[in-house]
């Protein structure tokens, strides 16, 4: 499946992405009941209501959220927004997946900050988006991308709408897009546009939350078969268009999935065989999809080791830390690349071995609804082979046999 995130009219805010996953529906009893528990994690914020209501925006019918808050603190250091984030996404048991897009939307946050005024992440202060609002758009987000499973999709969004002009805030007066939109969009693969109206229509919780979902930017949507839609309504009204954000998913209609990876790299000379092998264990365990070591020469002949990771674009930071923190590394390369990949699902099958009963992991791939090619995922294959203390080879062989009978394969 594909999801495309259009903004390239009215832009994108927390709230708004948000309501548009209710809008295309998501639940908002369990996105309701799962924002009410963070507040535990930030002292002097009320949510006093909370809900979620349709509404239309010049002609287009949508949803927005309706939030009433009591707030105490107008000004916060960005890590006690994230420790906040970081406890609520454990207290309500986000998947991984969502885990990981919550710390890395807020860090986007944090960095922006960090980077505009020359401050580390520690002495960070949010002004405007010190309010339990921030929290809400994020948490909310997540528990409803993960109720709508639409992590396991391929995110693609439009160039985003900005607006222009300026725009007051706790620094004083500054040109849109302010220098936060800017800092966060930086780097990554999504465009940006002016719009066509003289006011900030893209926020930086927005801006956030876009760069760590989508997997790439494109100005067209992609073949597909549309099979939902959400509108997200913001707070403002403006003439000439309705300030929505749109939600497109559909069933991809091409052969070949294309999307857009980081690559990291840096060369190591002075550690260990032990030291790069926990550091490929920790990298695959923070998100990265593939890690290979080469071995080479470098200047004066020096021997080295090229490791070279692929990685979604979201969980690029977390990646850059590993690599740092466990190999000690001075630097790090990135840069982004673009692949076809062919469409697979994931499926869980029950398979009986000896006696005994298993759910595996299989690797799907069709064609015209014929299953042309599956591959069991191996961490499964080791289970059932300590299980039953045979080789990994021979449990392979039984596993793929029962697999083929399940699915009708000759």
Do not use: W
């Not at 993960?146 to 709408?161: G, H, K, Q, Y």
């Not at 004083?172 to 999504?190: H, W």
């Amino acid at each position: 499946m594909v999801l495309v995130i259009d903004a390239q009219v009215a832009g994108i805010s927390g709230d708004m992405l948000l309501s548009s996953l209710v809008d295309m529906g998501a639940k908002k009893s369990k996105i309701i009941d799962g924002v009410y528990s963070v507040e535990e994690y930030l002292k002097g914020s009320k949510i006093v209501k909370m809900d979620f209501e349709k509404t239309v925006k010049h002609g287009t019918k949508s949803t927005y959220l309706v939030l009433e808050t009591d707030e105490k603190y107008h000004e916060r250091k960005g890590v006690e927004i994230q420790e906040c984030i970081l406890s609520a996404s454990d207290r309500i048991g986000l998947s991984e997946k969502a885990k990981v897009f919550a710390k890395e939307s807020i860090r986007s946050l944090l960095y922006a900050e960090s980077n505009i005024h020359g401050e580390p992440l520690e002495s960070v202060h949010f002004h405007e988006a010190s309010s339990i609002d921030t929290v809400i758009d994020i948490i909310g987000s997540a528990i409803a991308l993960d109720d709508l499973r639409l992590f396991s999709d391929e995110i693609i969004s439009t160039p985003v709408a900005v607006g222009g002009g300026t725009l007051a805030f706790s620094h004083g007066i500054v040109s849109n897009p302010a220098s936060a939109i800017l800092e966060i969009f930086r780097g990554s693969d999504i465009a940006i546009r002016g719009g066509q109206i003289k006011e900030e229509i893209t926020t930086p919780t927005g801006a956030s939350l876009l760069v760590n979902l989508a997997d790439r930017c494109s100005e067209f949507y992609p073949a597909m078969k549309i099979k939902s839609i959400g509108y997200g309504a913001g707070s403002k009204n403006f003439d000439g268009f309705p300030n929505v954000l749109k939600i497109v998913q559909g069933e991809s209609t091409e052969e070949f999935q294309l999307d857009t990876i980081q690559i990291l790299e840096t060369n190591l000379d002075d550690v260990s065989g032990e030291t790069i092998g926990h550091m490929i264990d920790k990298l695959i365990a923070n998100g990265a999809k593939d890690v290979t070591v080469t071995g080479g020469i470098t200047k004066k002949g020096r021997p080295t080791n090229l490791v070279s990771v692929i990685c979604d674009p979201f969980v690029t930071n977390t990646l850059i830390s590993t690599l740092i923190s466990e190999t000690g590394t001075l630097g790090v390369r990135i840069r982004s690349s673009s692949r076809y990949v062919v469409p697979r699902i994931v499926v869980s099958i029950p398979i009986m071995i000896q006696g005994n009963n298993f759910i595996v992991r299989c690797k799907i791939v069709k064609h015209n609804e014929t299953i042309k090619h599956f591959k069991v995922e191996s961490d499964d294959v080791k289970i059932i082979s300590d299980s039953l203390s045979l080789s990994f080879k021979e449990t392979l062989g039984l596993i793929s046999d029962e697999v083929k009978s399940r699915l009708n394969i000759k």
